[in-house]
């Protein structure tokens, strides 16, 4: 059966090759992703690591602009080497095509990044964050959610784990029009019933081994 293709932006296509180097096509699980993103629902995506589920979640954002109202990606992160990972990739995907990226390191917002991120929170449309990220920004900056188009929330077992209040108060702020991605590269039996019953809202959900 020949794979299944879609239509990528000229200039997304063109920065993704450069990204990647080595590109090239995407694998059937970027697409799958991709196209999934665009049912705008919440999605749970189980994948092993290194198969790119952040990426195609980017990828999708960034090829379907015209969805959504502002155009700023957020990337927060504790991890100053996972910052500059997830930054590098997403500042790399978006060239010339009129997103601003922002990112923010430490556990609790400060400085320049957070006041631009307040500045203007009226077309914020993405956030990239971690577990305790997560945790530390809906106690101190609550208004940061609200106008969010997409919330991607990486290692979704670890904050499960550790934050399951915290992430259960992020349902409530949000906007009912907020589609959360939730990714990780396992999860058992107990969180994916936490996560699918009583966090995420008539979830896709999307298992790839």
């Known amino acids: ?19 990647t180097n080595d590109f090239t096509e995407l694998s059937e699980i970027q ?4 196209k999934n993103v665009l049912v705008n629902k919440d999605i749970l995506i189980v994948s092993r690591a290194g198969t790119g589920k952040t990426f195609s979640i980017i990828v999708s954002v960034l090829n379907n602009l015209e969805m959504y ?3 700023q990606i957020i990337i927060l992160e504790p991890n100053i080497g996972h910052l500059e990972q997830v930054f590098n990739m997403v500042s790399e995907l978006s060239k010339d ?9 430490g556990s609790v917002p400060i400085g320049d990044s957070i006041t631009e991120i307040k500045n203007t929170i009226n077309t914020t449309q993405v956030i990239v964050i971690s577990p305790s990220r997560l945790s530390t920004l809906i106690k101190v900056e609550p208004s940061l959610f609200p106008n969010l188009s997409k919330l991607i929330i990486d290692e979704t077992d670890e904050l499960i784990d ?17 589609q959360i991605c939730a990714i990780t590269p396992t999860i058992c039996k107990e969180y994916f019933d936490i996560i699918v019953n009583h966090i995420l809202v008539d979830p896709i959900i999307k298992k790839y081994y």
């Open 31 to 34: 697409i799958d992703i991709i």
């Open 1 to 19: 059966m020949e794979k299944e293709q879609i239509q990528i932006n000229p200039i997304l296509l063109t920065n993704i090759k450069n990204y």
């Open 162 to 178: 550790k934050f399951r209040t915290e992430f259960r108060e992020i349902i409530s702020i949000v906007g009912k029009g907020c």
């Open 97 to 105: 095509l009129s997103v601003n990226v922002i990112k923010s390191y």
């Open 69 to 71: 109202e502002g155009r």
